[in-house]
């Protein structure tokens, strides 16, 4: 699997170039489906109307909107309840996913519980493109600062997909807290190298290389 884990989505013509390189075919031919799920885990996100925001491709975080061939919903909550035959077929001819924000422990868990992680390493040509918690739950942790859902087995855990963590929003407007002192303290408790990005900064990983891709503020953060 491919992946493009980014703050923010698409927020300038940079990550929309590190997209289209990952992609087998340019986004007008490409299909994709978009996981709202992470959303429902998160007390500012869903549910209700940022949920269908995302969905629609209305959200100030442009992932659905980029003009793809077809977009699915693909809600990972509801897939326990039907059979598998009816949905990994769908997964598995998508060219890419995409993962809203939100809680990234509450969609580790269903990722989990629905088998798609096990599925992602099957998925050699697929494009993963994440933002904010859905590009955290790739990381090994999170860190109890962005735990909002509690798992029933407690933790910070994500699916360790990636070997480093991922603090998002860095020096946001809106997050006073999301400063670079913040991010290194959180990384210090962590014990793991991580990156911290702003919303103008992504990361590509093909094949166990990462790049980072930025027109803003980031900074690595070693282990």
């Not at 493009?4 to 992609?23: D, F, T, Y």
């Not at 975080?61 to 598998?84: C, D, F, H, K, Y």
């Not at 040509?125 to 600062?145: H, K, L, Q, Y």
Request: net charge negative; proline share 7%; charged share 20%.
């Amino acid at each position: 699997m491919k992946l493009l884990l980014s703050s923010a989505g698409v927020k300038n013509p940079s990550i929309r170039a590190a997209l289209e390189a990952l992609l087998p075919r340019p986004v007008g031919e490409c299909t994709a489906l978009a996981i709202p799920t992470a959303m429902y885990g998160h007390p500012w996100a869903g549910p209700g109307r940022n949920v269908w925001e995302f969905a629609a491709g209305r959200s100030a975080e442009p992932m659905v909107e980029l003009g793809w061939r077809s977009v699915g919903l693909l809600e990972l909550t509801a897939l326990p309840s039907i059979p598998a035959d009816r949905w990994v077929p769908l997964v598995r001819e998508t060219d890419v996913l995409l993962a809203s924000g939100g809680d990234a422990v509450y969609l580790a868990h269903w990722m989990r519980q629905t088998g798609l992680a096990d599925l992602l390493g099957e998925l050699t040509d697929t494009v993963w493109f994440g933002m904010s918690a859905g590009s955290m739950v790739m990381t090994p942790r999170i860190g109890e600062e962005f735990v909002g859902w509690e798992a029933p087995d407690g933790g910070d855990e994500t699916l360790g997909v990636v070997g480093f963590s991922i603090f998002p929003h860095l020096e946001h407007p809106s997050l006073p807290t999301n400063t670079l002192a913040a991010a290194e303290a959180w990384q210090e408790k962590l014990g793991n190298p991580a990156y911290a990005i702003d919303d103008d900064t992504a990361i590509t990983v093909v094949d166990g290389d990462v790049t980072v891709v930025s027109e803003g503020r980031w900074r690595h953060l070693a282990g």
